[in-house]
């Protein structure tokens, strides 16, 4: 086998240590600079060449350096006789503009993917993107794993009375089923909808969840606002508890203190993003996951089979 080697970008090296750790290698080294005018300075520094290497690295907040610095460092590895480079993204920034939702808008997800493979991307490798058609932006392999398999034996160790799952909008329906199938959970939804321009949103709930365990589902939670009102909204209508669980821990803007101030018993993210300590989140790590499908892709083993 030709070996591969992990690096790490500013975002994420805390991660990829823990990922190395588990595959029980050494983190590559890389020199990653700013110019005095910010620009991005990278060099590698030991040889790559013949090598299958790995780049991790989220890109969120601040998402465009982030970005910029995995191009970067992609360019550089690709200049130094790489065998193939595959981009680990935990978080994959700009997917949220996924279509055109609007007269003259861009298409960001689809832009950002175009940028990967000019750049010498080979593979893509990422959790719960915020819509699973940006794979079909790339003409590249993406795998997309499932945050779900780390939450599920975490609610599991709960040990919860009365469980049922819920979709804290009507977007994310789908994936609220499938884990509610995984779980063998009965699911409700929240319909948020506002009744006239400048008028508060209401919520209203679609099933019963009258002396339930509620679980909600979600792949990023952002300024947490649509959370804490539906986890007000589902308690005025009988949950005896809510819990919410969202793969990528964005936490912009009024975040912490919404949930505060909010309902909302726990919010439970993985580590693909760093958040700040507070007494309602729990962390879990993501890590040993991808550790092992960095393992599978280079021993060209099935990653489909991880979530079977």
Known sequence: MRGYKIFAGTSSVEFANEVCQTLDVPLAKAEIKRFS???ISIQISESVRGRDVFIIQSTGAPSNDNLME?????DALRRSSASSITAVVPYFGYARQDRKAAPRVPI?????????EAAGIDRVVTIDLHAGQ????FDIPVDNLYGSIIFKEYIKSKN???PIIASPDIGGVARARYFAEKMGLEMVIVDKRREKANVAEVMNIIGDVAGRDVIMIDDMVDTAGTMVKAASALKKNGATSVMACATHAVLSGKAYDNLDNGEL???VVSNTLVSKPNKKIKVLTVAPLFAEVIRRVYHNESVNSLFI
């Open 134 to 137: 940006i794979q079909g932006f």
């Open 265 to 267: 018993d726990e919010l």
């Open 160 to 162: 919860l009375t009365n």
């Open 108 to 116: 960001s997800a689809r832009m950002v993917a175009n940028m990967y």
């Open 37 to 39: 005018d910010g620009e």
């Open 70 to 74: 995995l191009l970067i460092m992609t």
